[in-house]
């Protein structure tokens, strides 16, 4: 411009018409980059996976067992991996920009709420069998009687115990909550709490909470009712004896599992996701049993923990049919085997789940509980957050000194009212 | 633009009047001017005026996981508003929020001012010092909220240790007690904030002309006096710019609380934004998470004109 004074102040207007045109252009670059972002290209023989295998361990496991599948069925396959909390709200929008990925993990727990909201398809259709799973864990991957997805494995809570803790203290593994007040009474010494769990403000802490509620013949219908409002006095007394530390309401699992290993607690409410932490100190001598019951013989219910592989409504019936073979695959006998003895995980698959016995006899516990474990979902569906949410605020006024009964009240309150 | 040089045919800028239409000339300029406005105004409009009218409006809509698919979400009046303000968690979060962001500014600010005050005096190593006190500024919010959750471990923290070896008593429930959480929390908030004030109250602090402080002393005016008289009343468009700035950061905190309470024990430090955050996310209805974001922006917003109002004043 500066070169051609002359020309440019004798067309004002084409310099406004350029300026205009520019933009122009500008807006229709920006326009098209964001129109491309949104309708995503699908590459046909490519499937992607989302997945929360964030953990370098776990994303090296799924890209492995993905090869391996891919290779079978002659695609390639691909994992999109981001936080757990993240899977549901990532999958969300996926589906309101039409470009869902092939093939979604959730979590069990959050099944629901997709499938709720029409954005799944039944397994079923797409040939997937349930003939070697137990009805359990079918009923774990299903919502209103459909069978939405499929799980590798399971995996729930167990009571982790110091061996030589408790044999130096000369105390017996508990199997009722009699005997596991009296042991984590007996167990606390010095800076050494008898027994950790998690009653944090999330998940985690629910998740906690359920085998006692269950075990004890409550319900997540019913929050007031005298089952459930005893199950949290238990935990209460264990908070009184001193057997509990005070934190216990700000721990994630992870952290009961860092001051179980850095020797603060003698027991542990935990899961199997933590032995592979656990087995990184050799000097640590841990044992699991199941989660004690109110009296002796009755049935130790527990949570069933997991993620479940699931086919997202895409609208391509074609690309839906391969992704549910690669369901399939990864789901298959062998793959859930391996993926089991890496994770420590309980395999869904009975034929499995009996192999993976054989190799792994010390988590029979484990196996055991999970073959009586129940979902979280099975009762109130896509209503679960909601009383998750009631419930955390309930037993966390309580452990710091409202009435068990007065918190559970108002709980049952709040969940009702949709609040 | 060569092209269009070329093409211009000489004849035809002979054929016009050598003295231009003023009206006309004047009308391009503007259209130029607005063309150069154009593409801020897009920005704005694109970034923060459709997501802020989206929000508006989806805080009257039943928006639920299904509307993602089916992209329909029904208008139903007030009920998410009405069921939001009926919650006694909102009226909670809303108090909490209150207190958290008063307790804030007041610690920050005072602090920061008494840091800036005494780093405007020179004296050895007070560069190094300085500089040393712009540490928190630099970590991440989530950083300083999971290494303070374990500073604040009421059994195994290390503040519970230090001030037992005080013989201060040592089992504080930092952030275990419903009493004690917000409190802590905000503590944490201040530590987190401090730099800012101080930072931006010390550049403030060395504006003020030296003479002003020598006249004062010649006039006999104490320390304090001359703090109060001098100081203060200089560093006023200073201390509106930290405070309003302050205050629209603090009102909207989510992730220090995420990382340290996770809104505990028993919704102890929820506050808007954790509620927002527990709407949309956690319990994923919208709607509601909609309008207490509304409030959030609300507030803010009240707040912004008063900074604007400030601004323009101090401008005449």
Request: aromatic share 8%; glycine share 8%; proline share 5%.
């Amino acid at each position: 411009m500066t070169a051609h004074p002359t020309v440019a102040a004798r067309h004002p207007r084409g310099r406004a018409r350029r300026t205009v045109s520019s933009l122009a252009t500008a807006a229709v670059l920006v326009a098209s980059a964001a129109l491309t972002g949104c309708a995503e290209q699908r590459d046909d023989d490519v499937y992607t996976v989302l997945n929360s295998s964030t953990d370098e361990t776990y994303h090296r496991w799924d890209a492995e067992a993905m090869a391996r599948c891919g290779k079978q069925l002659g695609v390639t396959v691909e994992q999109q991996s981001v936080p757990a909390s993240q899977v549901m709200t990532k999958a969300l929008r996926m589906a309101s920009s039409k470009s869902l990925p092939d093939v979604v993990q959730f979590d069990a727990s959050e099944m629901p709420v997709f499938a709720e909201a029409g954005g799944l398809v039944d397994l079923r259709t797409l040939g997937l069998s349930t003939d070697h799973v137990p009805d359990g864990i079918v009923d774990f991957g299903s919502y209103r009687g459909t069978y939405y997805g499929a799980a590798r494995s399971v995996n729930t809570l167990a009571l982790f115990y110091n061996k030589d803790v408790l044999a130096e203290a000369g105390v017996r593994t508990p199997a009722t909550w009699d005997e596991l007040r009296e042991a984590a009474r007996e167990l606390t010494h010095g800076k050494r709490y008898g027994l950790a769990l998690s009653a944090g403000g999330a998940e985690d802490g629910v998740f906690q909470f359920t085998p006692f509620m269950w075990s004890n013949g409550g319900d997540e219908r019913e929050l007031d009712s005298p089952e459930v409002v005893e199950a949290l006095d238990f935990w209460k007394a264990l908070l009184k004896d001193g057997s509990l530390s005070r934190s216990t309401v700000n721990w994630t699992q992870a952290d009961v599992n860092d001051q179980f290993m850095a020797g603060n607690a003698a027991m542990m409410i935990n899961g199997p996701w933590q032995v592979e932490t656990l087995n990184s100190d050799p000097s640590l001598n841990w044992g699991i049993a199941e989660i004690p019951v109110p009296e002796a013989g009755a049935d130790s219910v527990a949570p069933l923990g997991g993620a479940v592989l699931t086919v997202p409504r895409t609208g391509d019936d074609e690309r839906q049919r391969t992704a549910g073979r690669i369901v399939a695959c990864l789901t298959s006998e062998k793959e859930q085997l391996t993926y089991a003895l890496n994770s420590w995980m309980v395999p869904a698959d009975e034929r499995a789940a009996a192999r993976w016995r054989a190799r792994v006899p010390e988590l029979d516990a484990l196996a055991d509980q999970v073959a009586a474990a129940r979902s979280r979902t099975a009762q109130l569906g896509a209503g679960w957050p909601a009383v998750s949410l009631a419930l955390q605020s309930a037993f966390q006024s309580a452990l710091t000194g409202q009435s068990s009964e007065a918190a559970l009240k108002r709980a049952q309150q709040r969940a009702t009212s949709g609040n | 633009m060569t092209t269009s040089t070329v093409t211009a045919p000489p004849s035809a800028a002979a054929g016009k009047p050598a003295a231009p239409d003023p009206a006309r000339a004047r009308r391009r300029r503007r259209l130029a001017q607005w063309g150069f406005v154009a593409p801020a105004v897009v920005f704005m409009l694109l970034f923060f005026g459709y997501p802020l009218v989206r929000n508006v409006v989806m805080s009257f809509q039943h928006y639920t996981p299904k509307t993602f698919f089916t992209g329909e979400a029904p208008f139903n009046g007030v009920d998410n508003w009405s069921s939001v303000f009926r919650d006694a968690l909102f009226g909670k979060a809303l108090w909490h929020t209150l207190v958290f962001t008063a307790g804030s500014l007041l610690g920050q600010f005072c602090i920061g001012l008494a840091l800036a005050v005494f780093f405007n005096r020179r004296f050895p190593l007070g560069g190094v010092l300085r500089s040393l006190i712009l540490l928190p500024w630099l970590v991440p919010m989530v950083v300083s909220g999971i290494v303070w959750r374990r500073i604040l471990d009421q059994d195994t923290g290390v503040l519970n240790a230090f001030l037992d070896t005080l013989g201060l008593g040592g089992g504080t429930p930092w952030l275990t007690s419903p009493g004690m959480a917000l409190l802590s929390v905000i503590l944490v908030n201040i530590w987190i904030g401090i730099p800012f004030n101080m930072v931006i109250l010390y550049g403030g602090l060395q504006e003020i002309p030296k003479e002003l402080y020598e006249a004062a002393s010649l006039d006999g005016a104490s320390a304090w006096r001359a703090f109060r008289s001098v100081t203060l009343p200089m560093l006023k468009p200073v201390i509106t710019v930290v405070l309003v700035l302050g205050f629209m950061s603090t009102v909207k905190i989510l992730d220090l609380i995420l990382a340290l309470t996770d809104g505990g024990p028993a919704d102890a430090t929820q506050t808007l934004g954790t509620l927002t955050y527990q709407n949309s996310f956690v319990e994923l209805d919208f709607g509601a998470g909609a309008v207490v974001g509304n409030v959030l922006i609300l507030i803010s917003a009240v707040f912004a004109v008063f900074y604007l109002r400030a601004n323009r004043t101090e401008g005449k």
